[in-house]
């Protein structure tokens, strides 16, 4: 545990206590309405960049990161699909395919597979490593599918031309299609996703290191960030020397009750 805090501090210290992340403009019909909680319908049918169909909620059989996108976008979404392709190149501590997927869901209905097909390469490239392409697949649908997911997260948007106005966030959806943490803005920290992904687990993500952060940091809604919860850290520190201490006082005292 001594080995351990120092790594732990650097830890705290690489997070911005602040959120540092925009967020776009709501109106009347554009916002985000958080929906934690709340599991998504599982009669969403949507078609992969090579046309296959692929129910959502079947697909999300382990911790899912999902970012709502039209992708012949020119602005935020290449930029925020660009951001997160390198953060999730950076992530050592979970894996894709093994601890989670991430889905890139357009919702312009007009776009389709040969869209997703032509987009997608670049955004494996962007990971800077290799990434199983069946771990991020590029989804398209109908508008009534795609409302589904939309409207079930609280994630709004409307057409403006050829273009959109909408939230920039993603979604991280645990196995089974539960809700469980929204992050917002363009770029990602590998430490929050890792931390998004691991929350989501529930705990069923093996890796020690992924069961440290989770009893380490905590999620602030107000901050909308993950925090070093250090009165955790500092407790359990003061409960393990105390019985470090007693568990010493025990074995020396039947050391010199031996010597007599």
């Excluded at 889905?103 to 490593?129: C, H, I, M, W």
């Excluded at 925090?227 to 039947?254: C, R």
């Amino acid at each position: 545990m001594r080995r351990l805090l120092p790594v732990l501090f650097l830890l705290a210290a690489a997070v911005d206590p602040a959120p540092a992340h925009e967020t776009t403009a709501t109106s009347a019909n554009i916002s985000l309405d958080e929906k934690l909680g709340v599991v998504i319908p599982a009669d969403i049918s949507l078609k992969d960049e090579n046309g296959r169909p692929v129910n959502l909620r079947d697909l999300v059989d382990r911790p899912t990161i999902v970012a709502p996108v039209y992708l012949h976008c020119s602005h935020v979404c290449p930029l925020l699909l660009t951001n997160l392709a390198e953060a999730l190149g950076k992530m050592d501590i979970v894996q894709p395919g093994r601890d989670f997927r991430v889905v890139a869901l357009s919702f312009d209905e007009q776009e389709g597979p040969e869209t997703a097909r032509e987009k997608k390469p670049n955004y494996l490239a962007a990971v800077g490593r290799p990434f199983p392409a069946d771990s991020w697949p590029f989804l398209t649908g109908d508008n009534g599918n795609i409302r589904k997911f939309t409207d079930a997260v609280g994630f709004t948007f409307q057409r403006d031309g050829e273009d959109f106005s909408h939230p920039v966030v993603v979604i991280v959806l645990a196995p089974g299609g539960k809700v469980t943490r929204y992050l917002y803005g363009t770029s990602f920290l590998p430490f929050e996703l890792t931390m998004a992904v691991t929350e989501a687990a529930a705990g069923k993500i093996g890796s020690p290191a992924a069961r440290v952060l989770n009893y380490c940091f905590s999620y602030d809604p107000l901050k909308k960030s993950y925090v070093f919860n250090i009165l955790k850290v500092v407790g359990t520190v003061m409960i393990l020397t105390v019985v470090s201490f007693f568990l010493y006082l025990v074995a020396t005292t039947k050391k010199k009750n031996n010597a007599v």
